[in-house]
């Protein structure tokens, strides 16, 4: 269920990982409310991906991934989901926001300061961290304002995104091979008023009483238009 109801009051449910492309094609993001949507295919082996960097990264200092960060470690307790406590998006409605978060740091500082990394296999660009803001911001926002389940950390200064890209084979023998990966850390910077913002448009179309208009630079839209030009349905 996509929302559900407190005392009569709608709570909207937003999942992190949806942020930052929600507003892609808004029918899609409409009928998704609805519970129609096509199933997305995520390959199992990015997942695999994830847990190996994570095992090698949790025996490690944080400073590994960038010398610019204090010293640190991944707090390696904090594993499965999490949620915010009830937020107020720009019109005063109601929302929590669920997920599940990559990788939690625990800065060697005084006070003590936390951040939140993401892992992510793809190619490098430092164009990246725009594609990732309104996810790792949520993040903090889910720590800073917790339900009761989840761990409340109130100084989360460092969000980034720590890129994985293969580049070489270097060695293959008896059934096992060396991959080299080039490594980029980039560094992001709170913007919860886009995350706000960004929450505010996404109920307005859940909201929404027709469906927006057919979209025909996403796939799914133009799919199903030509579908209807056809007369297939």
């Known amino acids: 269920s996509l929302e559900i109801n407190m005392n009569q009051e709608t709570?909207?449910?937003?999942?992190?990982?949806?942020?930052?492309?929600?507003?892609?094609?808004?029918?899609?993001?409409?009928?998704?409310?609805?519970?129609?949507?096509?199933?997305?295919f995520f390959p199992p082996i990015f997942n695999s991906f994830d847990l190996i960097q994570k095992k090698f990264l949790i025996t490690q200092s944080v400073k590994l991934m960038s010398k610019d960060l204090p010293d640190g470690r991944i707090m390696t307790e904090l594993s499965g989901f999490i949620g915010s406590s009830t937020l107020k998006d720009k019109k005063g409605r109601s929302f929590?926001?669920?997920?599940?978060?990559?990788?939690?740091?625990?800065?060697?500082?005084?006070?003590?300061?936390?951040?939140?990394?993401?892992?992510?296999?793809t190619s490098i660009s430092p164009s990246k961290i725009q594609n990732y803001k309104l996810q790792l911001e949520s993040y903090a926002t889910i720590f800073e304002n917790p339900n009761p389940k989840?761990?409340?950390?109130?100084?989360?200064?460092?969000?980034?995104?720590?890129?994985?890209?293969?580049?070489?084979i270097t060695k293959i023998s008896e059934g096992s091979c060396n991959m080299k990966f080039e490594t980029?850390?980039?560094?992001?910077?709170?913007?919860?008023?886009?995350?706000?913002?960004?929450?505010?448009?996404?109920?307005?179309?859940?909201?929404?009483?027709?469906?927006?208009?057919?979209?025909?630079?996403?796939?799914?839209?133009?799919?199903?238009?030509?579908?209807?030009?056809?007369?297939?349905?």
Not at 23 to 34: G, P
Not at 97 to 116: A, L, M
């Open 96 to 121: 929590v926001i669920n997920g599940k978060t990559d990788v939690v740091v625990e800065f060697k500082t005084n006070p003590k300061k936390y951040g939140i990394i993401d892992l992510k296999t």
């Open 11 to 40: 709570v909207f449910k937003v999942a992190p990982s949806g942020l930052d492309y929600a507003l892609k094609c808004k029918r899609c993001l409409w009928l998704s409310h609805r519970g129609i949507k096509l199933d997305a």
């Open 184 to 233: 980029l850390y980039l560094k992001g910077s709170r913007c919860h008023d886009d995350l706000i913002k960004r929450v505010t448009d996404i109920i307005d179309i859940y909201l929404m009483e027709e469906p927006p208009e057919y979209n025909l630079a996403c796939a799914s839209c133009k799919f199903v238009t030509s579908l209807k030009k056809e007369k297939y349905i």
């Open 150 to 168: 989840t761990p409340k950390f109130s100084n989360i200064e460092e969000l980034g995104l720590y890129l994985f890209e293969p580049k070489e």
